[in-house]
């Protein structure tokens, strides 16, 4: 394969992921939209941050609305407030948090009645028995087993006893229930009801990492053909940009393995099973392109003080195609069912450490840098051909 020839498979896998993430998510014009129409508009027409929004905006309202008529006209509930209430934050970002934080709302509230009930019969001035539930409420909502519903035991208990109904035992139960009900119809209606899943964020972030280490690599096959040493603070800023693409795709990874836990429709398309396995892949890649970027600044000739220096021109000029071949062979990686020709870099490779072992005339020095770079591009070929 030719240098144009890879040149031409890098930008064809990027020409894929573009289209693939114009499909996805809308025009350029589309995405900078930022009236309210135009939202909307978004929302309608592709799948994406903007319809999940909406989705689960919709299913809050129908949640709470469900709540408040069935604790109102079924159950003849006196003030049912904590129905809809409860049942608006469990709808979740995901069904697996909603799941979880339907045992930890329910078992928060009824601690906080538990101790509102106590307080109640134990303390007679309200004032003081408001102080004392707020203050253990709110110790005992730390604990970990609650998360982020520990809140929930000091508030409850503040409004029980704040409304005189901590003596009452039937309206204890009440609270109780109704906490109950809507937190169950808030599970219900994320479980049953679209569950959301965020696939397209596997999408967007595969693309962009490899996007992001392919122009890396790109610029260190630049560096090192040249050997300009001022442009080292440009693939610097480079790597910047790239460690924070690598920590975007963790996240997206994390928050996409969660949402297809427990959900109906993890088996779709959309929930982003297939990009998985190829961001997986570009993550990996990072420790061995830090590698590299820390081999070229240890042999740029803005360091003199060292026995490693950059290897002679026709050896630089190998390791640069190298270089440049596998920003190729990232970008394809991208792109599902994409074949990734490795062949050229296998020989480039070959070739750079054969002259590691017989060039003498190189000297040490030399020798030295072109063995110090080999080894992270090495390195980056395994992650590859291992994917």
Not at 84 to 98: G, W
Request: charged share 25%; aromatic share 6%.
């Amino acid at each position: 394969m030719t240098d144009r020839d890879g040149r031409s498979v890098r930008l064809k896998a990027g020409d894929e992921v573009r289209r693939g993430l114009a499909a996805a998510f809308g025009t350029d014009a589309e995405r900078h939209d930022r009236t309210p129409v135009g939202w909307f508009a978004r929302a309608l027409r592709v799948p994406g941050r903007e319809r999940r929004i909406l989705v689960q905006t919709a299913k809050a309202t129908l949640a709470a609305t469900a709540a408040w008529l069935l604790a109102t006209l079924v159950l003849k509930l006196p003030q049912p407030f904590l129905a809809p209430y409860a049942a608006i934050f469990l709808v979740e970002a995901t069904v697996y948090r909603s799941l979880r934080g339907w045992l930890q709302q329910v078992g928060s509230v009824a601690t906080g009645v538990l101790l509102a009930a106590v307080a109640g019969q134990l303390i007679p001035v309200q004032a003081v028995a408001l102080a004392v539930v707020v203050f253990v409420g709110l110790l005992a909502g730390n604990w970990r087993r609650f998360g982020d519903s520990g809140v929930w035991v000091g508030v409850t208990g503040m409004l029980l006893i704040s409304y005189g109904t901590a003596r009452d035992p039937a309206l204890l139960g009440d609270r109780l229930l109704e906490t109950a009900l809507g937190a169950a119809i808030g599970v219900a209606v994320n479980t049953l009801i679209f569950p959301p899943l965020y696939g397209e964020r596997l999408v967007t972030a595969t693309g962009r990492l490899a996007t992001a280490l392919a122009g890396l690599l790109e610029s260190l096959s630049d560096l090192v053909r040249h050997d300009e040493p001022g442009d080292l603070d440009e693939v610097l800023a480079q790597a910047q940009d790239a460690r924070s693409q690598v920590l975007a795709a963790e996240e997206a990874v994390g928050l996409t393995r969660e949402g297809r836990k427990l959900n109906l429709r993890r088996g779709r398309p959309t929930a982003g099973a297939d990009h998985e396995r190829p961001l997986r892949t570009l993550s990996e890649l990072w420790p061995a392109v830090s590698q590299l970027i820390a081999a070229v600044r240890t042999t740029t000739r803005a360091h003199d003080r060292h026995p490693f220096e950059y290897p002679w021109a026709d050896a630089r000029d190998s390791l640069a195609d190298l270089v440049h071949h596998l920003a190729g062979a990232v970008q394809a990686v991208a792109v599902v069912g994409e074949p990734v020709d490795l062949e050229e870099c296998r020989a480039l490779l070959r070739k750079l450490e054969d002259r590691l072992v017989t060039a003498d005339e190189d000297g040490v020095p030399a020798r030295l840098g072109l063995g110090t770079m080999i080894l992270p591009a090495r390195l980056l070929l395994e992650k590859l051909e291992n994917r």
